[in-house]
């Protein structure tokens, strides 16, 4: 399958700063890419799609300010935590979606990043 | 909106043994429904999925059904190894809405 890798892995970061996360699909371009939450024992919780060339969109609850997405090229999409709290501790994976065939469409996820504010 | 159930959140089997994981899913007009394995600490890895113009689909050990008019599909993992031990997810989505609905989860364990 295809490859979609996440940078870094893992993040300490003091409460009050940012925190950039990327989102590369390796061998496919991707037009769209995904971002995630993830609490310990729970399912997948979407936060945003990303779109390359445009604005993302947000789902219900998410604050756009605080999640910055942007999806610059067909093979990156970033989310910048901002003033990072200990609150917003947590799994952050994000997918890309690779188109298949003629209709057809599969996500791939990458390997998260586990955030840990101070 | 879509909404996808799955049973049973944990499922403990012998190696050896097969194991099953339902879902249900609410929205009728969903045609794509994948199946992703995450161990602990990673992403979710896709195993296999199932586009609606299909009832079943096979790969080695792994195996999707789907039932279109009852509305749900299921895994089926034969001769289980302990490496199969992980939480599966089962989500859908509709071709063009992009996003996927996923269900809450199921931790197998395959004790050796």
């Known amino acids: 399958g295809a490859v979609v890798s996440q940078h870094p892995s893992r993040v300490i970061c003091k409460s009050g700063t940012s925190v950039k996360i990327e989102c590369r699909s390796l061998?496919?371009?991707?037009?769209?890419m995904f971002w995630y939450r993830q609490f310990p024992k729970q399912s997948l919780m979407l936060m945003a799609t990303s779109n390359e060339g445009s604005k993302a969109t947000y789902e219900q609850g998410v604050e756009k300010d605080k999640f910055l997405i942007n999806h610059a090229s067909l093979t990156l999409s970033t989310l910048t935590v901002t003033s990072a709290h200990p609150e917003d501790s947590s799994f952050y994976i994000c997918s890309a979606r690779e188109m298949v065939g003629g209709n057809g469409e599969t996500q791939y996820f990458g390997p998260g990043t586990r955030l840990l504010v101070l | 909106g879509e909404n996808v159930e799955q049973h049973p959140s944990t499922l403990s089997v012998q190696e050896g043994d097969s194991a099953v994981i339902k879902c249900t899913y609410s929205?009728?007009?969903?045609?794509?429904f994948p199946w992703y394995k995450q161990e602990l600490g990673k992403g979710p890895q896709l195993i296999i999925d199932i586009r609606s113009n299909v009832g079943e689909k096979k790969d080695q050990r792994i195996a999707v059904t789907l039932n279109k008019t009852a509305k749900h599909f299921s895994l089926h993992i034969t001769e289980t190894q302990p490496e199969d031990s992980a939480v599966y997810f089962c989500a859908a989505s509709k071709t063009g809405f992009q996003k996927l609905v996923f269900g809450t989860g199921t931790r197998l364990l395959v004790s050796p």
């Open positions: 929205d009728s007009a969903s045609n794509y």
């Open positions: 061998d496919f371009q991707a037009t769209t």
